[in-house]
DNA sequence: ACGTTAATTAACTATCTAGTTCGTAAAACG
DNA sequence: CGTTTTACGAACTAGATAGTTAATTAACGT
């Protein structure tokens, strides 16, 4: 397993003793902890390795975070967190159903186009079964929102008549990640079994359209 | 990082010393290789624990592999290379486009929930950047049997008039991955955020039916 | 029966890695 | 300006881990 050379991520001019700054280091470290853990995975990442690429010590990971499962939870709730303050943005209210369903699979895959690690990060946790995320109650229902916009949706096409489908909030965001998350997450063993990068730019723009078609035609019916 | 008690493989009656039988200890070593990288990920999987739970000693690990990376490539191939078997037996050819293209989505949606390491094992290659899918020329075009088989679904479907949809195979095989792939991949990190557990037996036939309604929906246009 | 070879076992090693100890110096504070 | 607190760094340790060496034993042909 051969490891790709990772970027340099240290914001602190190089020479000199570090100036200090509480803040900043710690944010460092979580920047640059996010980045080792999605490029090798939770036991693939190296506390030294982490500690190397940003000018400080391994001391200062166990003197912010304590341990490298508590960093790794850290960057987990951090990855998280901003992840929702992107949703909360999304207006989509004073649209017609189905441009309204349309606009939030649009959004939703340029979320996941725009943020590659936290995806990584998800498929990682799902390897070790969600164990951390079910630990931590920043992460609970943080789903609760997008829910609500998309049962919102939901009924409001139901009663115009654009909808016919029987479907949940649930099922239906499941639909749009599903769709998102997987052309980003599985670019590399898809591309090695059908020859095309779907995660590259020249296929952006018509798998964006696709998942917004998609979610409109399976909620319009057959 | 606690680690789940993971399921005894042995098929060697314990007690005694081991029977002389290469090609089992062989399969042996695959077998339980493939649910501790299933489990743990390539990083996190102890080559002294596959060996110790199948009552050998690592020695024969690398007697047969060489290396805990070889090992991982013979996982890879063997897991690869069942799902093409799989593939291969699936006849829709004599069905009418809409209801061919409805059965295949569903085949493959039964084939992902039947198959949850092999899943795991292609969320961890990802990971690593598909470096060793890469490498292996067994897995390279694996893919092509599907491709033409949904090819020829869509021509005979927009032949018909069924579809309306411009979309290539590629487009729809990885559309109806996506949402397979993901129900059972993400299902934990899905549960902590929606509570729901979208992989759990009671969501089966609803999911199962909702994967090939949407496929269908999407190229028959809106 | 018996010698050859393939399969297996046990014990060992070099290296890596998470986590620590202890010391220092810059800021904060009176 | 003296003291305390906060931030930082170098060197160290104990245990884990991939990979090895070499002896041993079961199978199998002759």
Known sequence: ?????????????AGGP??????R???????????????????????????ELMRTTKRMI???FGSKERLYIAVLEKAYSEVRAVERTVDVEHLAPVEAIRTLAELTFDHHDAHRDFIKLVAIENIHQGEH?????????????????????LEAGRASGDFVT?????????????????????????????????????????????????????????
């Open 18 to 23: 570090r100036r200090r700054d509480a803040e």
């Open 133 to 153: 995320i079910r630990k931590s109650e920043v992460l609970a229902n943080l789903g609760a929102p997008v829910l609500d916009l998309i049962s919102r949706i």
């Open 25 to 51: 280091t710690r944010a460092e470290i979580l920047a640059v902890a996010q980045s080792e853990f999605a490029r090798h995975g939770y036991a693939g990442a190296r506390v030294d390795e982490i500690a």
């Open 166 to 222: 029987e479907a949940d909030a649930i099922d239906v965001h499941m639909m749009i990640s599903a769709f998102c998350f997987f052309r980003v997450a599985n670019q590399h063993t898809f591309g090695a079994l059908f020859g095309r990068d779907m995660a590259a730019p020249e296929h952006r723009e018509r798998l964006r359209r696709m998942v917004g078609e998609m979610t409109v035609a399976y909620l319009r019916g057959a």
């Open 62 to 64: 166990y003197y912010y």
């Open 1 to 13: 397993m051969t490891s790709q050379p990772a970027t340099q991520h240290a914001t602190q001019p």
